[in-house]
C-alpha cells in the first residue's frame, strides 16, 4: 500500500458539524448506484461481456466508483486549511481469459482508472482501500497515466497478464500474477507479496506481481511452491530509485520456497527465502479447537544493507524484525460471523512513531505501533444485505479505529458499500522546530465516509 501523506484519525463529534458536506457527494453517488442497480439485468444470473473465460477466449470485467468525504482535523501540515476534501475513484477494469487446450490457461487484466481528489493525496493510493498501481516486486512498468492535473489522474495499465501451464507433476505460472500465502484476516505475516491493507475494504482484485511460479503436488493437501519475483527497490517514499520501463535489482527481487501439508486436520505451512529488502523464516497453523477456528502465523525478518531514514531521523528505512498473529473465529448458522486477532509487530517502534510512520508510509512494515488486536463482527439481515463492523485497536498508544460497512447486493452481478472510518488517538504535533511529531497510530489518519457501487459483467 502507499500513502503519500498520513491520514490521521477524526471523532465522531465532527460528522455533525460536516453534516451537510457529507451529504451532497454520498447522495449523488447513490443515486447513480441506484440508476445502475435498475437496469434490466437478470437477478439470478451473472452476465459476461463476451465468451467464456473457460474456453479459448472469453472477456469480462468489472466497473467500480468509489466516492470519500474525508473529514480532517485541525493540522496544517497534513491539511493546509482544508475541512473537508473529496474523492472520487472510477475504476474499468477489463478481464481477458481463456483456455485454449486443456494444459494452458491465460490472463490479462486491463485496468482504467480516473480519480478525482481536492487535495490529490490519495490518488493511486490503496489506503482507502481503493486499489493503486503498487510499485514493489515489479520490474515492469506497465502503467500510462494518459492525463494528469492538480486534482485529477487518469492512468492506464496492465494489472495482470500470465501464462499457467499444467504439466504432469507441477504446474508452471509466469507473468504478472496474484500470490497470496497465510490464512489471517487482519495481518498476513505470511502473505508478503502485496497484501492487503486491513482497512481495506474493496478486496475483489489482489494487485499482482512479476513472477515465475511453480506448484508441485506431493500428494492430498501436500505441495510445494517455488516463487521467482523480479522488482526494483524503492525509496523512501515509494518511488522507483532506477528510471526505465523495465529493470530489476536483487535487493527488490523475491526467490521463495514454500512446503505445507495437513496433519490431524491441521494445515501447517513453513516457508523461506529471500524477500524484498532482505530475508524470511516463517510458518502458519490453521485447524480448529471444537467449533472455533484457529490461525497463527510468525516469520522473522533479516535486513540487507537500507539506505537511512530521512533526516533529521536516525536509524534504517528497513530493520531486522519478528512478526506474529494469534487469530480465532467461528461461524454460525445463523451467518452471525465473530473474528479476532492479535498481531505483533516487532518492526513497528511504538517509542519511536516518527519513524515507524515513514516506514509505514513507504511500505515496509504492516502497522506503525507494536501491539494491535483486530475484531470483526457480520451478520446478513437478508440474503442481499450484510452488515459489517471492524474494530482494530493499539495497545501502545493507546488509539483505534472502527468501520461501519453495510453491503447491499440487489443482483448477482451489482453491489452497493456503503460505510465510515472513524479513528481515535492523539492527533500529530510539531516540536518547536516545526518537525511533525506523530503521536498515536490511528490518531494520525482522519476520519472518511465512503460509498463504493460495483457492477460485474
Given at each position: 500500500m502507499r500513502?503519500?501523506?498520513p491520514k490521521t484519525g477524526g471523532k465522531?463529534?465532527?460528522?455533525?458539524?460536516?453534516?451537510?458536506?457529507?451529504?451532497?457527494?454520498?447522495?449523488?453517488?447513490?443515486?447513480?448506484?441506484?440508476?445502475?442497480?435498475?437496469?434490466?439485468?437478470n437477478p439470478d444470473s451473472a452476465w459476461a461481456l463476451m465468451g467464456d473465460t473457460e474456453s479459448t477466449f472469453g472477456?469480462?470485467?468489472?466497473?467500480?466508483?468509489?466516492?470519500?468525504?474525508?473529514?480532517?482535523?485541525?493540522?496544517?501540515?497534513?491539511?493546509?486549511?482544508?475541512?473537508?476534501?473529496?474523492?472520487s475513484q472510477n475504476v474499468l477494469r477489463l478481464i481477458a481469459a481463456g483456455r485454449p487446450t486443456e494444459q494452458l490457461h491465460y490472463e490479462v487484466h486491463g485496468v482504467q482508472s480516473y480519480t478525482y481528489s481536492t487535495s490529490r493525496r490519495e490518488t493511486g493510493s490503496s489506503l482507502f482501500g481503493t486499489s493503486g498501481t503498487d510499485t514493489r516486486y515489479r520490474s515492469l512498468d506497465a502503467t500510462w497515466d494518459w492525463y494528469e492535473s492538480s486534482k485529477s489522474l487518469a492512468s492506464l495499465w496492465l494489472d495482470r497478464f500470465n501464462l499457467k501451464a499444467a504439466l504432469a507433476n507441477a504446474d508452471i505460472t509466469v507473468g504478472r500474477q496474484p500470490i497470496t500465502f497465510g490464512k489471517a484476516y487482519f495481518w498476513n505475516p505470511l502473505d508478503?507479496?502485496?497484501?492487503?491493507?486491513?482497512r481495506q475494504f474493496d478486496r475483489d482484485y489482489k494487485a499482482g506481481v512479476d513472477a515465475l511460479r511453480m506448484d508441485i503436488p506431493l500428494g492430498s493437501f501436500t505441495g510445494i511452491n517455488l516463487i521467482s519475483v523480479a522488482g526494483r527497490?524503492?525509496?523512501?517514499?515509494g518511488n522507483y530509485v532506477d528510471d526505465g520501463t523495465l529493470n530489476a535489482s536483487w535487493y527488490g527481487s523475491a526467490l521463495l520456497a514454500r512446503t505445507f501439508t495437513t496433519f490431524q486436520g491441521w494445515d501447517m505451512a513453513l516457508q523461506g527465502g529471500k524477500v524484498y529488502s532482505g530475508y524470511q523464516l516463517g510458518g502458519g497453523l490453521v485447524g480448529e479447537i471444537g467449533p472455533v477456528e484457529t490461525r497463527a502465523e510468525a516469520a522473522y525478518f533479516w535486513a540487507q544493507?537500507?539506505?537511512?531514514?530521512?533526516?533529521?531521523?536516525?536509524?534504517?528505512?528497513?530493520e531486522d524484525s519478528f512478526t506474529g498473529v494469534l487469530g480465532f473465529g467461528h461461524r454460525f448458522e445463523n451467518t452471525l460471523t465473530l473474528e479476532i486477532e492479535h498481531f505483533y509487530n516487532g518492526a513497528g517502534d511504538s517509542n519511536d512513531l516518527d519513524a515507524s510512520f515513514v516506514r509505514f508510509g513507504s511500505g515496509n512494515i504492516l502497522q506503525m505501533s507494536r501491539n494491535l488486536t483486530g475484531f470483526l463482527i457480520s451478520y446478513e439481515f437478508e440474503p442481499i444485505i450484510t452488515g459489517q463492523f471492524t474494530a482494530l485497536y493499539s495497545w501502545d498508544d493507546p488509539s483505534a479505529q472502527i468501520q461501519p460497512i453495510i453491503t447491499w447486493s440487489p443482483s448477482n452481478n451489482t453491489e452497493l458499500i456503503l460505510g465510515a472510518s472513524i479513528n481515535f488517538g492523539?492527533?500529530?504535533t510539531r516540536d518547536s522546530s516545526g518537525q511533525v511529531k506523530i503521536r498515536s497510530e490511528f490518531g494520525t489518519f482522519p476520519d472518511f465516509y465512503f460509498m463504493q457501487f460495483k457492477l460485474y459483467f
Open positions: 500513502c503519500e501523506i465522531i463529534p465532527y460528522l455533525t458539524s460536516h453534516l451537510s458536506h457529507l451529504v451532497t457527494p454520498l447522495f449523488r453517488g447513490l443515486v447513480v448506484a441506484l440508476i445502475f442497480a435498475a437496469l434490466p439485468v472477456l469480462d470485467g468489472r466497473l467500480s466508483t468509489t466516492n470519500l468525504l474525508i473529514d480532517n482535523y485541525d493540522f496544517e501540515p497534513f491539511f493546509d486549511d482544508r475541512n473537508t476534501d473529496r474523492t508478503i507479496f502485496l497484501p492487503f491493507d486491513p527497490e524503492l525509496d523512501y517514499s544493507d537500507s539506505e537511512p531514514l530521512p533526516f533529521p531521523l536516525e536509524g534504517d528505512l528497513v492523539d492527533r500529530p
